[in-house]
């Protein structure tokens, strides 16, 4: 005769063994696996609907004020290409939309090439493209700069629309750096001037926000572009300027060479 406690503990033989076993752990990971790829295959299936959220944060928010623009600003970031895509085309139509705007050139990077004389600075090329559509040379603007980021662009702009409080400035640049210039903008610019600068991002014509992932550039702007914008988070400004050093500052920095003696 058993008593209860050896009842309790008794096996139960009915079961079969299988149901008396806990899963294995191939069981759990062959479950991980087949629910990790059912989700990979309904987000391939609709990309279409959520790849078009991960480009937005590079963009900036559209102009509000786009019949008040009195300037249209451009500038280059290599010293020798105008930024945007098919910028010269946009600023024609602009410039005649607006019939007494005109063009600020701002440049902050140098180059080689312009300085050698091999081409020419890039507000005499954007004046010769902008012949080409009737915009007459008077019409374009060069602001000086000093130094040779951005950010001394912008703080350039920012002297100017102090001197000029009626002007509007539109500024053109890639469609995937908007944020990114917008970022600096703010940093760089007085709080009674920020608000008359406006951004239009111009897309590149063999993509979009909405159709990036399908060629392989695409795919490439919107890596730069985070790179662009996580690196303006970090350091929205240069932490000290970049000064371009003479001849005579160079054999300063070497240092002599110690005397031998005899």
């Not at 937005?56 to 930024?83: C, F, Q």
């Not at 946009?90 to 440049?107: C, E, G």
Request: contains cysteine; proline residues 9%; aromatic residues 8%.
């Amino acid at each position: 005769m058993t008593t209860p406690a050896e009842n309790a503990t008794t096996i139960d033989t009915s079961r079969p063994v299988a149901d008396r076993r806990p899963p294995t752990g191939w069981g759990r990971t062959l479950r991980r696996l087949v629910m990790v790829c059912l989700f990979l295959l309904v987000a391939f299936l609709s990309r279409a609907l959520w790849l078009p959220f991960v480009a937005y944060p590079l963009l900036a928010p559209p102009p509000k004020h786009l019949n008040e623009v009195t300037r249209i600003w451009l500038h280059t970031h290599d010293g020798h290409t105008i930024a945007g895509d098919m910028v010269i085309e946009q600023t024609a139509n602009l410039l005649k939309s607006h019939p007494d705007a005109k063009v600020i050139f701002t440049q902050g990077w140098s180059s080689r090439l312009v300085e050698i004389g091999v081409i020419p600075p890039p507000v005499e090329m954007l004046r010769k493209a902008l012949a080409k559509y009737q915009i007459g040379p008077e019409r374009v603007i060069h602001l000086d700069v000093q130094g040779y980021q951005f950010w001394n662009e912008a703080r350039a702009m920012d002297a100017y629309l102090s001197q000029h409080p009626k002007e509007r400035v539109l500024f053109l640049t890639e469609e995937f750096g908007g944020r990114s210039h917008q970022l600096v903008l703010r940093s760089a610019i007085s709080a009674e001037n920020r608000d008359r600068v406006e951004i239009l991002g111009l897309p590149d014509p063999r993509y979009s926000c909405h159709n990036w992932w399908k060629s392989r550039a695409g795919v490439k702007g919107v890596m730069v572009g985070y790179l662009y914008l996580i690196h303006t988070i970090v350091q929205p400004h240069p932490e000290q300027p970049v000064r371009r050093l003479s001849l005579a500052d160079f054999e300063k920095a070497v240092p002599d060479p110690p005397e031998s003696n005899p």
